[in-house]
């Protein structure tokens, strides 16, 4: 049984629950990954998800399809980290699974799912460097949560190599997990009536390729083709408590550039997205209305058995609830405010810090392209 891999030896669990004390001022760890070759990098069509669209054209509802599709989504998810795993990993996220529904249940997977040991990322000599993992079959636990697309475009991703990633990949399929976030790829899945492709970016050579304008343009036009509704995904921008304001300007973290992580999104609107989904910071960032389309600069921490730091704004969370319409405009969203418990475990949060964290940070970010927060955390259209 997946649990039975907490209580392994002592010294192994004694080591790795040392390793795992986080910076409290980042909430993550190390923001590095190890590229991995070129010749590497998976293509579309690669892993049974990312299938060449072909030639179809984008039907905008046409043909007496589904008035509008439901998405919830979230941020940076894992369930541990190998020998760190929850006593009980099948009801970890039991308290919020009643919100892990819609026609698409989206999450950005911070981590691996191999049995691997061996990483690439961290060498003898290395300090507050850490690679993430959990058993192959804790994506059963993700798909009877609710979840039903993941994103692997991000900086641990490629924490165990090509051998790991490939298992991370493999792992989600057999669950019934559609992955996205490779070079490339384009992943559609049927939801509402509709087929939404999912495109996942990030910074990283086995990512899709967040700061490379031509290719973003490319690969979101590609997807716009290839189904009704386009949801684009990026896991960017600088981390930490410091980082909850996006600059409208190239972010760094530890020496990497995170991105322009603005002019990314309304450049991925631009071509044909129709909602965008952030990642990265381990916070929360504001929201905006870009030309009728739905930007979450970051979804924050989403859970993390251990992972990550819970100080402050680190520990605010939440799932978006969006309502697109057939021709992929805004039509209705709603923040469901988590807070992440002692051992990183998200659970429903009545003061609802996080609706209050999105309305002002919109606000003071985007003026009046932000979106607005009311009761019950329903978010309205821009003011402008």
């Known amino acids: 049984m997946p649990s039975s891999r907490a209580s392994r030896s002592s010294a192994l669990a004694v080591a790795a629950l040392a390793a795992l004390i986080c910076l409290a001022a980042t909430g993550c760890f190390d ?17 049974g998800n990312g299938a060449d669209p072909g030639t179809r054209t984008r039907r905008g509802g046409a043909g007496g399809a589904a008035a509008a599709v439901k998405i919830a ?24 699974s009643s919100e892990l529904t819609g026609d698409a249940v989206f999450g950005n997977l911070e981590g691996t799912l191999t049995d691997v040991a061996a990483s690439p990322k ?27 697309v993941m994103s692997t475009a991000n900086n641990h991703s ?5 051998a790991g990633e490939a298992e991370t990949k493999a792992a989600l399929r057999r669950a019934g997990i559609a992955q996205t976030g490779s070079p490339g790829q384009v992943t559609v899945v049927e939801a509402g ?8 970016f990030s910074t990283y050579s086995n990512t899709a390729p967040l ?3 031509e290719t973003v343009r490319a690969l979101v036009r590609r997807a716009r083709s290839s189904a009704d509704l386009v949801v684009v995904s990026f896991h960017g921008g600088a981390e930490g408590t410091g980082s909850r304001h996006v600059p409208g300007a190239h972010e760094e973290y530890l020496g990497e550039d995170r991105g322009d992580v603005e002019a990314f999104a309304h450049l991925a609107v631009e071509a044909g997205a129709d909602l965008v989904l952030g990642s990265g910071p381990h916070v ?34 939440a799932v978006l609830h969006v309502t697109l319409a057939a021709d992929g405009s805004f039509r209705a969203g709603r923040i469901a405010s988590l807070r992440l418990v002692e051992d990183g475990r998200p ?38």
């Open 347 to 384: 659970v429903p949060d009545p003061d609802e810090a996080a609706a209050a964290e999105v309305a002002e940070l919109s606000r003071q970010d985007f003026g009046r392209r932000g979106v607005t927060v009311g009761e019950a955390g329903r978010i309205g259209g821009a003011t402008g």
């Open 122 to 148: 961290c060498g003898e000599d290395s300090e507050n460097c850490f690679a993430f993992r959990a058993p192959p079959e804790y994506a059963e636990y993700l798909a009877a949560a609710g979840f039903t």
């Open 284 to 317: 929360l960032r504001g929201m905006e209305i870009y030309r009728g389309r739905l930007i979450a600069y970051s979804l924050g921490n989403f859970s993390g058995y251990q992972n990550f730091s819970l100080t402050g704004p680190l520990g605010v969370s």
């Open 193 to 200: 009536g509709l087929e939404v492709a999912f495109v996942g």
């Open 158 to 162: 490629y924490d165990f190599g090509s």
């Open 31 to 47: 923001g590095t990954v190890r590229d991995p070759p070129s010749e590497g990098r998976r293509t579309a069509g690669a892993g």
């Open 73 to 96: 989504a979230v941020g940076d998810t894992t369930l541990g980290t190998t020998p760190i795993l929850p006593p009980d990993p099948a009801d970890y996220l039991d308290a919020v």
């Open 211 to 213: 700061n490379d304008p």
